[in-house]
């Protein structure tokens, strides 16, 4: 399978922007994707999750409230739509695909090491 982490770019302090992870190859409808980022200088972090059915989301605490991750199974995408942006949010964003079974079910796993297929990174930028 391979996935294709979309949507990034340069914004402001307090903007938006929408990030799309788009399968292909394989589906990945039974299984949950999670986002992650990495700043420069810094190691990967986990930003958001979603279970395979859309039933059940989590959010590292720094995003909370402000990011909402979703999907669309018929069209094979992950979204994660990013709200009231901060500069500490500057960071290359990577979507991947939860092991298979690893309980795809519950979407609070957030260990880099539950996921083995991943997008090639976006660029979020976010100016002061």
């Known amino acids: 399978v391979q996935l294709q982490a979309s949507g990034g770019g340069l914004v402001q302090a307090g903007g938006s922007l929408r990030l799309s992870c788009e399968a292909s190859g394989r589906t990945f409808i039974s299984y949950a994707v999670g986002w992650f980022r990495q700043a420069p200088g810094e190691e990967r972090e986990f930003v958001s999750a979603?279970?395979?059915?859309?039933?059940?989301?989590y959010y590292a605490g720094s995003v909370k409230g402000r990011f909402t991750i979703s999907r669309d199974n018929r069209e094979n995408t992950v979204y994660l739509q990013m709200n009231s942006l901060k500069p500490e949010d500057t960071a290359v964003y990577y979507c991947?695909?939860?092991?298979?079974?690893?309980?795809?079910?519950?979407?609070?796993?957030?260990?880099?090491?539950?996921?083995?297929?991943w997008g090639q990174g976006t660029l979020v930028t976010v100016s002061s």
């Open positions: 991947a695909r939860r092991r298979a079974n690893y309980d795809n079910n519950n979407a609070a796993r957030i260990s880099a090491d539950d996921y083995d297929y």
């Open positions: 979603i279970n395979w059915s859309g039933s059940h989301t």
